[in-house]
């Protein structure tokens, strides 16, 4: 008998959990292997994987080899992804294509992107004696050119040094690219290493949507009995749980950059939920205070005080944080802060009215309204709450958000506190580019 | 109202076409399997329209920047701020100024025809003050100086301005921190009279809707009849205004971008398209991933994987664009310019692979409301039949491309711009 999660149905497949959901109303297909590992040592070397990945594999040998490949199946996606949940990394290896009977001939696209998605998983080039140590060295080059160019993008730079300042000590703090010294220390067998280990020992899942085979689970069948056994006690095992710092005294980092505009990240510690509706209240607190152009920080210091030209708050839920970031002049440094902090409180308060709490609720339910429209979003919904641990389709997330009360969402709004302030200030080119 | 149906050849689907009593030109896409309605309406005004004729005959001219600060400014009525009148039904509703257009848009789930309705009402009545424009100028100039810190956006710019010394083109879409200190409230109102009207616009509404509804409400749309007045932009043909461009920047990297100047107008959207796709081509042939020129340039340490390469092409510009960021900007620079003057083949082999992934593109689009209401807006716009991209890709033929790459891989359309990472 089979069972749901999330609205897809739910099998083993040889030891891998299979999520699947058919949708007849779509014209493509996603095929997505997760593989969860805790975040830590190791962070560059898998980082370093989705690039050695687009290098083909011994039958489609050279990224040119395999983009053609692609473009045969008719566009055919896919690639390689290292994310992060909470204080765990997720390795994925996904697979897109139109389905075959909306194309001339009706070629078996599915069978065709299966097979593909495991040649390169399996067989990657990167592995090959000869190639590899080639693919290696300029990989590890092009990820630390990548890691510096972090700085090009000033905004970019700002909220990775601000994570880095507040979570100096925990596994969240690393970048995601693992950091410039892990990258230039990286040896030419770490990646494969880390594939070795994620393949083996990560906590599996298999998400398939879209249009699929009459037996999902026999067409995929092919690619997990291929796989590695996984021990027992690590598939399927929960995630260590986040750190989270007891309270302390709020941080504060300045640091200068020769650039017009100033930008602020407030980094706030907030309690992890542990159940939907903790999520919920979460989301629409967030919302209220800064989640868009209807919320109190967008009208109070954008639209009111012409302060700036974005301002917005974003969570991690998973991680138990969430930042404000805003670019401004730096003169304005101050006054957006205590602005921030003031809408902050003024939510926490229950200082909103009724029709700001209901725009609040439409806006977090507007998404989820429409998911299914989107293969990959909808995918994408379904991995993370299996992650998470939560089971609820997105119409039971439509309807939880609307039961929220208000109490519940000044309760969330009043467990979020300030942890650090980053401030990246313009400078003179000499100062910023010594600090540099 | 006029009205055609119209089947997509790709997936069979419908498309409606119709025009209002007033002039404005609409498509439908009923899609009942979607549950999200996109609509987008977008006019042919962008940041490249400085200069055009009054009424009475008599030039305008705008600042830099004078589109993008009405854009903003039309999201603003006399009863509430905008975004939040749409928020409130969870749908989400923006808007972004090109160089040629300026396009409003929402996309929700629910109570689609008043989401319609307000976009409708925020393009078609404008509710500009003295106050309200000089509250916004203090919005803008931040955005302005975040584009300003942006090294990529810098040498986009660096390079337009190298390649064009009359042309508009040249000027940041949003203007300076300068040039926008001379926009009024009265200049944005004239603005709108001249541009905002039925006939200088494209409205396209996707997803689960009754077509008639739709048409309905385009119908009170209460634009302004008329077409666009007649712009004064500066015909920029010539060579290119100077061949190499220099700055000095805050970059981990330097960056070199080559850029290869239209020397001639292309009239109509069939002109533009041909001219679009063919370019495409070339450039897939030389710097996309399944090239293996490219890939023999990143095994020799040339360039890497920063490395791309786009073509925009209006009617009064055009620009083939190829870039990168490497540690020895003077020798990737000439690494690219080798390979863009290098005599290469271009087969049928390849022509029938960008023919089968762009199929499958169009097959893809067909799933999001969003992407079908943005690609059929500008297509109408542009005065194109449905569909007439694909046919421009059939027709294509490798004799076409390889006349393409004869006009515009030429050293005298070319400029190569250098951001230098400051010492």
Redesign the interface.
Same mark, same amino acid.
């Given at each position: 008998m089979t069972r749901s999660f999330a609205g897809f149905e739910v099998e083993e497949v040889h030891g891998t959990p299979l999520l699947w959901r058919r949708d007849q109303?779509?014209? #493509?297909f996603r095929i997505s292997l997760l593989l969860q590992r805790p975040m830590g040592a190791g962070q560059a070397a898998r980082a370093l994987l989705p690039?050695l990945l %687009?290098h083909g594999s011994e039958q489609h040998q050279?990224?040119?080899a =395999?983009?053609?490949a692609r $473009?045969? =199946?008719?566009?055919?996606g896919g690639g390689t992804g290292c994310g992060r949940h909470g204080e765990s990394t997720v390795l994925s290896f996904a697979a897109d294509? *139109?389905a075959g009977e909306? =194309?001339?001939q009706r070629p078996d696209q599915f069978t065709a992107v299966r097979d593909l998605l495991q040649e390169l998983l399996l067989r990657p080039r990167f592995r090959d004696a000869r190639a590899g140590a $080639?693919l290696f060295a300029?990989e590890r /080059? %092009?990820a630390l050119?990548?890691a510096?160019? *972090?700085?090009?993008?000033?905004?970019h730079y700002a909220r990775q040094r601000a994570v880095a300042a507040a979570c100096a000590g925990e596994p969240y703090g690393v970048p995601d690219h693992g950091g410039e010294a892990a990258i230039a220390a990286l040896l030419p067998h770490q990646p494969a290493a880390m594939l070795d280990d994620a393949l083996h020992d990560g906590r599996r899942l298999l998400l398939m949507s879209g249009v699929l085979p009459d037996d999902p689970a026999a067409a995929i069948a092919p690619l997990l009995a291929a796989l590695p056994r996984g021990s027992a006690a690590s598939n399927g095992a929960a995630p260590v749980p986040p750190m989270a710092p007891a309270a302390r005294p709020v941080g504060r980092t300045v640091e200068y950059?020769?650039?017009?505009?100033a930008k602020l990240v407030l980094v706030f510690r907030m309690p992890r939920p542990v159940a939907p509706g903790a999520l919920h209240a979460l989301q629409i607190a967030l919302s209220l205070w800064g989640g868009?152009?209807?919320s109190r920080l967008f %009208?109070e210091v954008? $639209?009111r005080r012409? =302060?700036?030209?974005?301002a917005a708050a974003g969570g991690d839920a998973d991680k138990g944080l969430c930042m404000v970031q805003v670019?401004?002049?730096a003169e304005q440094v101050e006054a957006v802060t205590a602005a921030t902090l003031e809408q902050l409180a003024a939510v926490a308060g229950g200082d909103c009215s009724d029709?700001e709490l209901? #725009?609040a609720v439409? #806006?977090c %339910?507007?998404p989820f309204? /429409?998911l299914?429209? /989107?293969?990959a979003g909808r995918l994408a919904y379904t991995a993370e709450q299996w992650l998470r641990g939560f089971d609820e389709t997105p119409a039971q997330r439509v309807a939880g958000l609307g039961a929220v009360a208000r109490d519940a969402v000044t309760a969330a709004a009043a467990s979020i506190a300030l942890d650090h302030e980053y401030r990246l200030l313009p400078a003179p #080119?000499a100062a910023? $580019?010594a600090q540099r | 109202m006029t009205q055609q149906r119209i089947v997509d050849p790709v997936v069979g689907e419908e498309v409606v076409r119709a025009v209002t009593g007033t002039g404005l030109r609409v498509r439908v896409l009923p899609r009942p399997q979607l549950r999200e309605v996109a609509a987008v309406i977008t006019f042919g005004y962008g940041s490249t329209d400085l200069a055009f004729a009054s009424d009475d005959g008599a030039v305008v001219t705008t600042p830099a920047g004078t589109a993008h600060y009405l854009e903003h400014k039309l999201f603003e009525d006399e009863e509430l701020a905008v975004f939040q009148r749409f928020a409130a039904r969870g749908a989400s509703v923006n808007a972004q100024t090109g160089f040629t257009r300026t396009t409003y848009h929402f996309h929700a789930s629910g109570e689609w025809q008043q989401n319609l309705q307000d976009l409708l009402r925020l393009c078609a009545r404008p509710h500009i003050t003295p106050q309200n424009v000089q509250k916004e100028r203090g919005i803008i100039a931040q955005e302005v100086r975040m584009y300003e810190d942006s090294p990529a956006h810098g040498a986009a710019f660096l390079l337009l301005g190298a390649l064009y010394a009359e042309h508009p083109v040249r000027h940041t879409v949003g203007g300076t921190v300068a040039s926008i200190d001379a926009i009024t409230a009265p200049l944005l109102l004239q603005c709108w009279h001249a541009f905002y009207r039925t006939g200088n616009a494209a409205l396209a509404v996707a997803g689960p809707v009754d077509v008639d509804a739709v048409l309905e409400l385009a119908e009170g749309c209460a634009l302004p009849a008329g077409a666009a007045p007649a712009r004064a932009t500066p015909a920029d043909f010539a060579g290119v205004h100077r061949e190499r461009a220099e700055r000095t920047m805050a970059v981990a990297r330097p960056k070199v971008l080559l850029g290869l100047k239209e020397r001639r107008e292309a009239v109509g959207y069939r002109a533009r398209a041909e001219r679009a796709a063919a370019t495409g081509v070339v450039l897939d042939r030389l710097f996309a991933p399944s090239s293996d020129l490219r890939e023999a340039l990143h095994r020799r340490g040339a360039v890497d994987d920063s490395l791309g390469a786009s073509y925009t092409g209006e009617r009064t510009f055009g620009v083939a664009m190829v870039g990168c960021d490497a540690d020895d900007a003077v020798a990737a620079a000439a690494a690219l310019r080798e390979l863009l003057f290098a005599d290469v083949a271009f087969d049928d082999e390849q022509l029938e692979r960008l023919r089968r992934r762009q199929f499958g593109h169009l097959v893809r689009i067909g799933e999001s409301a969003r992407a079908l209401a943005h690609g059929h807006a500008l297509e109408e716009l542009d005065g194109a039949r449905p569909f007439e991209g694909l046919e421009v890709l059939r027709a294509l033929t490798v004799a076409d491309v390889v006349r393409r790459r004869d006009e515009l891989l030429r050293a005298d359309n070319l400029c190569i711009a250098t951001t230098h990472r400051r010492a």
């Amino acid at each position: 008998m089979t069972r749901s999660f999330a609205g897809f149905e739910v099998e083993e497949v040889h030891g891998t959990p299979l999520l699947w959901r058919r949708d007849q109303r779509c014209k #493509t297909f996603r095929i997505s292997l997760l593989l969860q590992r805790p975040m830590g040592a190791g962070q560059a070397a898998r980082a370093l994987l989705p690039l050695l990945l %687009q290098h083909g594999s011994e039958q489609h040998q050279g990224r040119p080899a =395999l983009a053609r490949a692609r $473009e045969r =199946l008719f566009g055919a996606g896919g690639g390689t992804g290292c994310g992060r949940h909470g204080e765990s990394t997720v390795l994925s290896f996904a697979a897109d294509a *139109v389905a075959g009977e909306f =194309l001339p001939q009706r070629p078996d696209q599915f069978t065709a992107v299966r097979d593909l998605l495991q040649e390169l998983l399996l067989r990657p080039r990167f592995r090959d004696a000869r190639a590899g140590a $080639e693919l290696f060295a300029r990989e590890r /080059s %092009q990820a630390l050119a990548a890691a510096r160019a *972090v700085w090009d993008d000033k905004a970019h730079y700002a909220r990775q040094r601000a994570v880095a300042a507040a979570c100096a000590g925990e596994p969240y703090g690393v970048p995601d690219h693992g950091g410039e010294a892990a990258i230039a220390a990286l040896l030419p067998h770490q990646p494969a290493a880390m594939l070795d280990d994620a393949l083996h020992d990560g906590r599996r899942l298999l998400l398939m949507s879209g249009v699929l085979p009459d037996d999902p689970a026999a067409a995929i069948a092919p690619l997990l009995a291929a796989l590695p056994r996984g021990s027992a006690a690590s598939n399927g095992a929960a995630p260590v749980p986040p750190m989270a710092p007891a309270a302390r005294p709020v941080g504060r980092t300045v640091e200068y950059a020769p650039m017009q505009q100033a930008k602020l990240v407030l980094v706030f510690r907030m309690p992890r939920p542990v159940a939907p509706g903790a999520l919920h209240a979460l989301q629409i607190a967030l919302s209220l205070w800064g989640g868009g152009a209807h919320s109190r920080l967008f %009208q109070e210091v954008r $639209e009111r005080r012409s =302060l700036c030209y974005y301002a917005a708050a974003g969570g991690d839920a998973d991680k138990g944080l969430c930042m404000v970031q805003v670019g401004c002049d730096a003169e304005q440094v101050e006054a957006v802060t205590a602005a921030t902090l003031e809408q902050l409180a003024a939510v926490a308060g229950g200082d909103c009215s009724d029709a700001e709490l209901a #725009t609040a609720v439409a #806006t977090c %339910q507007g998404p989820f309204r /429409s998911l299914d429209d /989107s293969p990959a979003g909808r995918l994408a919904y379904t991995a993370e709450q299996w992650l998470r641990g939560f089971d609820e389709t997105p119409a039971q997330r439509v309807a939880g958000l609307g039961a929220v009360a208000r109490d519940a969402v000044t309760a969330a709004a009043a467990s979020i506190a300030l942890d650090h302030e980053y401030r990246l200030l313009p400078a003179p #080119t000499a100062a910023a $580019e010594a600090q540099r | 109202m006029t009205q055609q149906r119209i089947v997509d050849p790709v997936v069979g689907e419908e498309v409606v076409r119709a025009v209002t009593g007033t002039g404005l030109r609409v498509r439908v896409l009923p899609r009942p399997q979607l549950r999200e309605v996109a609509a987008v309406i977008t006019f042919g005004y962008g940041s490249t329209d400085l200069a055009f004729a009054s009424d009475d005959g008599a030039v305008v001219t705008t600042p830099a920047g004078t589109a993008h600060y009405l854009e903003h400014k039309l999201f603003e009525d006399e009863e509430l701020a905008v975004f939040q009148r749409f928020a409130a039904r969870g749908a989400s509703v923006n808007a972004q100024t090109g160089f040629t257009r300026t396009t409003y848009h929402f996309h929700a789930s629910g109570e689609w025809q008043q989401n319609l309705q307000d976009l409708l009402r925020l393009c078609a009545r404008p509710h500009i003050t003295p106050q309200n424009v000089q509250k916004e100028r203090g919005i803008i100039a931040q955005e302005v100086r975040m584009y300003e810190d942006s090294p990529a956006h810098g040498a986009a710019f660096l390079l337009l301005g190298a390649l064009y010394a009359e042309h508009p083109v040249r000027h940041t879409v949003g203007g300076t921190v300068a040039s926008i200190d001379a926009i009024t409230a009265p200049l944005l109102l004239q603005c709108w009279h001249a541009f905002y009207r039925t006939g200088n616009a494209a409205l396209a509404v996707a997803g689960p809707v009754d077509v008639d509804a739709v048409l309905e409400l385009a119908e009170g749309c209460a634009l302004p009849a008329g077409a666009a007045p007649a712009r004064a932009t500066p015909a920029d043909f010539a060579g290119v205004h100077r061949e190499r461009a220099e700055r000095t920047m805050a970059v981990a990297r330097p960056k070199v971008l080559l850029g290869l100047k239209e020397r001639r107008e292309a009239v109509g959207y069939r002109a533009r398209a041909e001219r679009a796709a063919a370019t495409g081509v070339v450039l897939d042939r030389l710097f996309a991933p399944s090239s293996d020129l490219r890939e023999a340039l990143h095994r020799r340490g040339a360039v890497d994987d920063s490395l791309g390469a786009s073509y925009t092409g209006e009617r009064t510009f055009g620009v083939a664009m190829v870039g990168c960021d490497a540690d020895d900007a003077v020798a990737a620079a000439a690494a690219l310019r080798e390979l863009l003057f290098a005599d290469v083949a271009f087969d049928d082999e390849q022509l029938e692979r960008l023919r089968r992934r762009q199929f499958g593109h169009l097959v893809r689009i067909g799933e999001s409301a969003r992407a079908l209401a943005h690609g059929h807006a500008l297509e109408e716009l542009d005065g194109a039949r449905p569909f007439e991209g694909l046919e421009v890709l059939r027709a294509l033929t490798v004799a076409d491309v390889v006349r393409r790459r004869d006009e515009l891989l030429r050293a005298d359309n070319l400029c190569i711009a250098t951001t230098h990472r400051r010492a």
